[in-house]
């Protein structure tokens, strides 16, 4: 298999939903068409690829996500952890402080 950008080959279309759209990324599957009596390539174009890969989901527990929804999760996760950080810090001083007032009673 290899990624190509268009259909170089006959039928140039997507075998799923049979897009002709020359611009799109494809994945040529390097096989021939079996339906096809001359020489055909099978295509399949990135958006039925990214919908076959979601239905996949639930048996394969691997999730499809888009470059944009991983990088809000990635500064989600830098942003939870700069506030756990902030937070250990101030439970070290609040710790402190109770420590000042407990010794300050006796």
């Known amino acids: 298999m ?12 997507c075998f799923v939903c049979s897009t002709p759209d020359p611009s799109v990324w494809v994945i040529d599957t ?4 079996p339906a096809e009596v001359r020489r ?3 295509y399949l174009c990135a958006n039925c690829v990214v919908a076959a890969a979601k239905m996949l989901t ?4 691997v999730h499809v996500v888009s470059t944009d929804a991983l990088s809000t ?3 989600s996760a830098q942003q939870a952890e700069a506030l756990r950080t902030r937070a250990e810090a101030a439970e070290g001083k609040l710790a402190e ?5 407990v010794e300050g009673a006796v």
Do not use: I, S, W
Request: net charge negative.
């Open 2 to 13: 290899d990624v190509r950008q268009g259909f170089q080959v006959a039928p140039g279309k």
């Open 30 to 33: 390097c096989q021939d068409d």
């Open 40 to 42: 055909a390539r099978v």
């Open 58 to 61: 639930p048996y394969t527990g």
């Open 73 to 75: 999760l990635h500064e």
């Open 97 to 101: 402080l109770r420590d000042f007032v």
